[in-house]
């Protein structure tokens, strides 16, 4: 015995009260248990990352500076992180940008080589390229989620995703 052999009409096709029952439904899960702000947008992001084919960076070194951890303070902005892979090792230095609610990225490559620099954000992308010393910039990038891709030898390499 099933379900729908002890509720009548359980089978019938679902009518125009069955739909303003489920309208209803909806509306108040909206109001209950809203999605929260940004998880379609980050979702989306972290999905199209993990589809990549690349290679991963390891997140090495995520430093603040001495004092600004546990202080009543407010923090410093700048702070580097190191992200290491077998052939490449990518850092950078994050300060605040020119505009409001944006940031600086300094970076440098080891070996230091002229490549292309990609940071990947769920609005769209930066591109830079590297300078003969392996250093670049992008100015005045918005704050959030963004990953670094680096193309070496025509094999993508990817930072993790971090919060600029």
């Known amino acids: 015995m099933?379900?729908?052999?002890?509720?009548?009409g359980a089978d019938d096709p679902l009518?125009?009260?069955?739909?303003?029952?489920?309208a209803r439904v909806a509306e108040l899960?909206?109001?209950?248990?809203?999605?929260?702000?940004g998880l379609v947008e980050r979702s989306r992001f972290a999905?199209?990352?993990a589809g990549l084919e690349s290679e991963v960076m390891e997140l090495m070194v995520l430093e603040a500076p001495a004092?600004?951890?546990?202080?009543?303070?407010?923090?410093?902005e700048t702070r580097t992180i190191t992200f290491t892979h077998e052939r490449l090792t990518v850092m950078i230095a994050l300060?605040?940008?020119?505009?409001p609610r944006t940031v600086r990225v300094d970076g440098w490559l080891a070996p230091a080589e002229t490549l292309t620099i990609v940071l990947r954000?769920?609005?769209?992308?930066?591109?830079?390229?590297?300078?003969?010393d392996g250093r670049f910039v992008l100015e005045d990038v918005p704050r959030g989620l963004a990953s670094l891709l680096v193309e070496q030898d025509d094999v993508p390499i990817t930072t993790p995703v971090i919060e600029l």
Do not use: C, I, K, Q
């Open 121 to 132: 954000r769920p609005d769209g992308d930066h591109t830079t390229t590297a300078d003969d």
């Open 95 to 99: 300060s605040p940008g020119d505009a």
């Open 29 to 37: 899960d909206d109001r209950v248990d809203p999605v929260p702000e």
């Open 47 to 49: 999905m199209t990352l």
């Open 2 to 8: 099933t379900y729908s052999d002890d509720v009548p």
């Open 67 to 76: 004092g600004t951890v546990r202080s009543d303070a407010p923090p410093l």
């Open 15 to 22: 009518d125009a009260s069955d739909a303003a029952l489920l």
